[in-house]
């Protein structure tokens, strides 16, 4: 039990120092399958400290801002999305080589998008 736990703290230890942030602005650059592209809404996102997110969103061929809340738990791939208008969005979310890699599913296909970090 007790390697476990070290473990564990080992790995949140880790995670800390490499940045498990989200806080910043992001671009998707990829959507996996393709087809499914013009389902995955955003074109950027900027995450604030304060737990509220910013994100142009295209939608019908016209590029929105929408603007809510956001929960991120880095540890379980977690990543809820609460606009101030709309239902909740859950995304299986993870960290990985400085990108965000985001996933949901839509229809019976399970949809990756990868998002860039924006120098600022």
């Known amino acids: 039990m007790g390697k476990t736990i070290r473990i564990a ?16 602005t992001w671009r998707t650059t ?3 399958p393709e087809d499914y592209a013009q389902k995955f809404d955003f074109q ?9 997110y910013t994100a142009s969103v ?7 801002t929408t603007t809510g809340t956001y929960d991120w738990e880095p540890l ?16 299986s979310a993870y960290l990985s ?3 965000l890699v985001v996933k949901r599913q839509y229809d019976d296909e399970t949809v990756k998008a990868t998002l ?3 120098a600022e």
């Open 9 to 24: 703290v080992s790995v949140a230890c880790l995670m800390a120092v490499a940045g498990c942030s989200v806080t910043g």
């Open 30 to 32: 990829s959507v996996v």
């Open 44 to 52: 950027a996102i900027t995450f604030g400290d304060d737990d509220l």
């Open 58 to 64: 295209r939608r019908d061929d016209q590029v929105t």
């Open 76 to 91: 379980f791939g977690k990543l809820e999305l609460s606009p101030e208008q709309g239902n909740a969005q859950k995304y």
């Open 97 to 99: 080589f400085g990108k």
């Open 116 to 118: 860039e970090r924006v």
